[in-house]
């Protein structure tokens, strides 16, 4: 194999104290080289890391976001000679797409054959970080790992995934041209219930309408379902019943007293644990009095019993009256 010698220039962007933005080159040699820039970043140390190019200060303060520049552009004065592909580094197996629920580990492997004196990197796409490269962990995301296992597969681990960790990722392999290969990482979170603008217990009273509102996050976005906690159908308005109303908002029209009890509120979004909140329903109505024997014939000192029957809410009191004079017990 026969290599010629090739011109290579590094740029690295940055900000001047006037807030513009500006690029420098530098001609690389392999080695560390030192570049002044304006103000915000004074020296900016270029480090050559098995192939692979890093802007490095001590002005960072968080990797995961660092400007690493347009990476390499290369000029070839001569035409290389190249073994056959072949003979070049291959992906053993395809990477697929992984779904983790927030909190758990995610395992992404990259397989590579006959990787020879080529060096891998994992990045992260959508941010264009450089997250590891070889067993080197470049981020500084306590949370992210590098495993070399048996020999070809290059295991990024990220423990506690969070939210923010969803997105495309890449395994890079330092070959020219670059060979590369992407997997999407989807992170799930399981239903939760938001306390506003989520309903609360409420009071009505009967005839007059009401909304009952429930609200949850989750990822993918949550499906909320009306139900009743004892099982008895939901009466909507034009006396329509259902067992289960699917949607946010449940509105239910004059309501009565058949209507009051505990209504749940309940999301799902295929992530376990589905999730759910009591609301209860109470209905204010007046007194109603109904008395099954309005005359009782009886001897004379014969004890008789009067009933009279009563329903409202809340509770109403009763008591007898005779000629306008209230009866007392035991009286």
């Known amino acids: ?104 580990e995610a395992i992404l492997a990259c397989v590579v054959d006959n990787l020879q004196t080529y060096k891998i990197a994992w990045l992260r796409v959508d941010t264009q970080t450089i997250l590891t490269i070889q067993s080197h962990v470049i981020t500084k995301n306590h949370r992210m790992s590098i495993a070399h296992v048996e020999k070809r597969a290059w295991v990024l681990k990220i423990k506690d995934v969070k939210e923010s960790d969803r997105g495309w990722y890449m395994c890079q392999v330092n070959t020219d041209p670059m060979k590369s290969q992407t997997v999407f990482l989807n992170v799930v979170v399981p239903p939760d219930i938001l306390d506003y603008p989520t309903s609360t217990d409420m009071v009505v009273r009967e005839g007059s309408n009401v909304t009952l509102r429930c609200a949850a996050s989750g990822s993918p976005e949550p499906v909320i379902t ?21 949607g946010s908002i449940l509105t239910i029209s004059r309501v009565n007293r058949l209507h009051m009890g505990a209504y749940l509120c309940i999301a799902s979004n295929g992530i376990p644990p589905t999730i759910s909140k009591r609301v209860m329903l109470i209905v ?48």
């Not at 009306?226 to 699917?246: A, C, H, K, Q, Y």
Request: net charge neutral; hydrophobic share 35%; aromatic share 10%.
């Open 226 to 246: 009306w139900r009743r906690e004892n099982g008895d159908p939901i009466v909507l308005s034009n006396d329509v019943e259902v067992t289960s109303f699917n």
């Open 1 to 104: 194999m026969h290599f010629r010698k090739r011109k290579m220039y590094l740029f690295i962007g940055y900000i001047n104290s006037k807030g513009h933005s500006k690029a420098s080159s530098v001609k690389s040699t392999g080695i560390k080289r030192l570049i002044s820039c304006e103000m915000l970043f004074t020296i900016v140390t270029l480090l050559t890391l098995n192939g692979f190019f890093i802007a490095n200060t001590s002005q960072f303060t968080d990797d995961e976001h660092l400007n690493i520049g347009h990476y390499i552009e290369t000029q070839q004065n001569e035409t290389m000679s190249y073994a056959q592909d072949r003979d070049s580094p291959k992906f053993g197996e395809s990477m697929h797409n992984l779904t983790i629920p927030v909190g758990r």
């Open 284 to 331: 204010h109505f007046p007194p109603m009095i109904w008395i099954q024997n309005q005359l009782v014939g009886a001897a004379f000192e014969q004890v008789v019993t009067l009933e009279c029957h009563s329903e409202a809410y809340p509770k109403s009191i009763n008591y007898w009256m005779k000629n306008e004079t209230i009866i007392t017990p035991g009286k």
